[in-house]
T-cell receptor, first 115, second 113 residues
């Protein structure tokens, strides 16, 4: 069974640009969530999508957005990039909504560097 | 306000000895706890979990202990192996609501051969 696939793995952008990251969940998983990992803050929750609907949203500015398609694939977008957006962006999938049910399956992440 | 705290950024242990990773939480609504392990250039992988109705859960070399009154949990790895060297994240959630996992900042474990 293929795991969670994230693209691109690495990318470099400059301040003010925008970026779109993609995530393909494990087949059959309908919930996709996104986390930002930085050295100082650990993993911080961005948002969760289930059946194309955003079910939860973390405490991030409106520059961070996402969506989920009918095939459960998800994208997240960051507009007007800032230096502080440099981070590893992790996508995770699970079989059900409500991340409280436990196990998340993470992708390898997309490492974004903003110059 | 950090709801899940891992106060030790790093831990170094000799191979064969016990590794103890600690985690504290502040939200009394949390009642489900998980540990994830992360190697460099890989995503975190689920290791072990515990529900608040238990105080211990064991899976092979890994045991998680939960002390609800102290809002504290710990992960014990016995015996520690070099392949256990990774960053360990503690995570918590509340099962009574549709809440996301809240992660700690992680503890980097180094097992020295």
């Amino acid at each position: 069974k293929a795991g969670v696939t994230q693209t691109p793995r690495y990318l470099i952008k400059t301040r003010g640009q925008q970026v779109t990251l993609s995530c393909s969940p494990i087949s059959g998983h309908r919930s996709v969530s996104w986390y930002q990992q930085t050295p100082g803050q650990g993993l911080q929750f961005l948002f969760e999508y289930f059946s194309e609907t955003q079910r939860n949203k973390g405490n991030f500015p409106g520059r961070f957005s996402g969506r989920q398609f009918s095939n459960s694939r998800s994208e997240m977008n960051v507009s007007t990039l800032e230096l502080g957006d440099s981070a590893l962006y992790l996508c995770a999938s699970s079989t059900t909504s409500g991340l409280n049910t436990g196990e998340l399956f993470f992708g390898e992440g997309s490492r974004l560097t903003v110059l | 306000d950090q709801q899940v705290k891992q106060n030790s950024p790093s831990l170094s242990v000799q191979e064969g000895r016990i590794s103890i990773l600690n985690c504290d939480y502040t939200n009394s609504m949390f009642d489900y706890f998980l540990w994830y392990k992360k190697y460099p250039a890989e995503g975190p992988t689920f290791l072990i979990s515990i529900s608040s109705i238990k105080d211990k859960n064991e899976d092979g070399r890994f045991t998680v202990f939960l002390n609800k009154s102290a809002k504290h949990l710990s992960l014990h790895i016995v015996p520690s192996q070099p392949g256990d060297s990774a960053v360990y994240f503690c995570a918590a959630s509340g099962s009574r609501g549709n809440t996301p996992l809240v992660f700690g900042k992680g503890t980097r474990l180094s097992v020295i051969a």
